[in-house]
């Protein structure tokens, strides 16, 4: 299934795309696509509704995050050998984890806003993992159970903000409009193989992003496996994997950084494209 949120901000719905590319409401059978809906019982509810029978959302309504209530919404740094080397930094030997405010999530085609004082702003187009199972100390077998589904994410950056500001990458990664989820949460039964997925990004028309998740060091059952070693996971927790190569920060011979004005399109084979204009906080 692709189950989604629409609607105006802080009004979204929850919904599902038919067999024809159109989404019906959910409203009158659950609250939200959030950790209850995404629980082994929530899904098999939903995929048991007959789905010509739910009404049909309007004709270009908003797409809101693709997942409502986010407890948690964790990164993996660097988890592309290439783009660690992009970056000037070495290859993890264990994966790199921080921490995005969940008041960062917006929708994939809402504005993206550049913070007051930013310099360094840039684009970070990665496979989201969303959790469907609670998930502590559980092992890399047991890891896969625990997905609910997966998405496209813009993992949007502030680099003077991460790396030069002092502390921990956090400051750079959790300004507000930093997260678009979206525009669906696929279901983990739907996509074949998540670790042979296509994505890529445009800024302004031009390709920087043209990668596959095939390269990733640690692959989504590994990530989910070794975050639950640290922290309990919940289900409705997001869990963004890292980036392929082609950021701002690694244009040659100079960086490439984002201004107001600027559009980024993205997207990622089978979970659906985002489109966001960048404007001025």
């Not at 290439?82 to 030997?93: N, Q, R, T, V």
């Not at 310099?119 to 187009?125: I, M």
């Amino acid at each position: 299934m692709k189950l989604l949120r629409f609607g105006p901000i802080g009004q979204e719905k929850p919904g599902v795309i038919d067999a024809e590319g159109q989404i019906r409401d959910l409203s009158a059978i659950i609250g939200d696509i959030d950790g209850e809906a995404l629980s082994d019982a929530g899904l098999a509810r939903i995929r048991a509704l007959d789905m010509t029978a739910l009404p049909l959302a309007p004709e270009g309504v908003r797409y809101g995050a693709c997942v409502g209530k986010v407890g948690k919404f964790l990164c993996i740094g660097l988890n592309y050998a290439d783009h660690a080397a992009e970056s000037g930094l070495p290859i993890p030997e264990e994966p790199v984890l921080f921490s995005k405010a969940t008041s960062c999530i917006v929708g994939p085609n809402d504005p993206v806003l550049k913070p007051r004082g930013s310099t360094k702003l840039d684009w970070e187009v990665e496979l989201g993992i969303v959790i469907g199972k609670d998930a502590a100390y559980v092992s890399e077998a047991e890891a896969e159970a625990c997905i609910a589904g997966y998405c496209t994410i813009n993992d949007v950056s502030e680099r003077a903000f991460q790396t030069e500001r002092g502390g921990t990458w956090d400051k750079g990664k959790g300004c507000d409009t930093f997260g678009p989820l979206g525009p669906w949460l696929v279901t983990r039964d739907e996509v074949a193989d998540p670790a042979n997925l296509r994505l890529w990004l445009k800024v302004n028309g031009q390709t920087f992003q043209d990668g596959s998740t095939s390269t990733m060091i640690f692959k989504p059952t590994f990530i989910v496996h070794y975050v639950s070693q640290f922290m309990s996971l919940q289900p409705g927790d997001v869990i963004s994997t890292g980036t392929p190569p082609g950021v701002g920060l690694g244009q040659k011979p100079d960086p490439v950084y984002l201004n107001a004005g600027d559009v980024m399109e993205l997207g990622i084979e089978g979970l659906g494209e985002q489109r966001q204009v960048v404007a001025q906080a």
